[in-house]
């Protein structure tokens, strides 16, 4: 039997991301929480290239992302003055209180999708996720 993995890779995917923004009804897309979620990994600001290249899309669409999300008042952005084609994105006050809220819904959805799996069970899974991520990266270069 053949599997395509991409299938239910994707599933899971969506329900896990749908499940997140349940948690967080003030966000108006999916897409936003990825974007914000990464400010709460370091302190230094983004470049709208490294989001793109993080999230693994298009730098029109983190444009897209990052034009809306100025309009909701969550990030701003300023130039890049060492190159002017960069820019930087920042959050703002606003930006910065939904992160707490955003990492609080993420382990809340985490704790659903986890239910009933040990912690060898879960490590097992995200390490072979790891591995095939590898193997294709590896059989595209």
């Given at each position: 039997?053949q599997l395509?993995?991409?299938?239910?890779?994707?599933?899971?995917?969506?329900?896990?991301?749908?499940?997140?923004?349940?948690e967080?009804?003030?966000l108006?897309s999916?897409?936003?929480?990825?974007?914000?979620?990464l400010?709460?990994?370091?302190?230094?600001?983004?470049?709208?290239?490294e989001?793109?290249?993080?999230?693994?899309?298009?730098?029109?669409?983190?444009?897209?992302?990052?034009?809306?999300?100025?309009?909701?008042?969550?990030?701003?952005?300023?130039?890049?003055?060492?190159?002017?084609?960069?820019?930087?994105?920042?959050?703002?006050?606003?930006?910065?209180e939904?992160?707490?809220?955003?990492?609080?819904?993420?382990?809340?959805?985490?704790?659903?999708?986890?239910?009933?799996l040990d912690?060898?069970?879960?490590?097992?899974?995200?390490?072979?996720?790891?591995?095939?991520?590898?193997?294709?990266?590896?059989?595209?270069?």
């Amino acid at each position: 039997m053949q599997l395509l993995f991409s299938k239910s890779l994707r599933r899971l995917s969506r329900l896990y991301i749908r499940a997140i923004a349940r948690e967080l009804p003030e966000l108006t897309s999916e897409c936003f929480i990825e974007v914000l979620q990464l400010f709460s990994t370091r302190s230094k600001p983004f470049t709208q290239k490294e989001i793109a290249d993080i999230l693994q899309v298009d730098k029109s669409r983190v444009a897209t992302l990052v034009d809306e999300l100025k309009v909701q008042g969550y990030i701003f952005t300023e130039k890049d003055p060492l190159d002017r084609r960069a820019h930087f994105v920042f959050l703002t006050e606003k930006g910065l209180e939904l992160v707490p809220v955003i990492k609080d819904a993420i382990e809340k959805v985490n704790v659903r999708l986890c239910n009933g799996l040990d912690t060898e069970k879960i490590n097992a899974f995200h390490l072979t996720m790891v591995k095939m991520e590898r193997n294709l990266n590896q059989s595209l270069i």
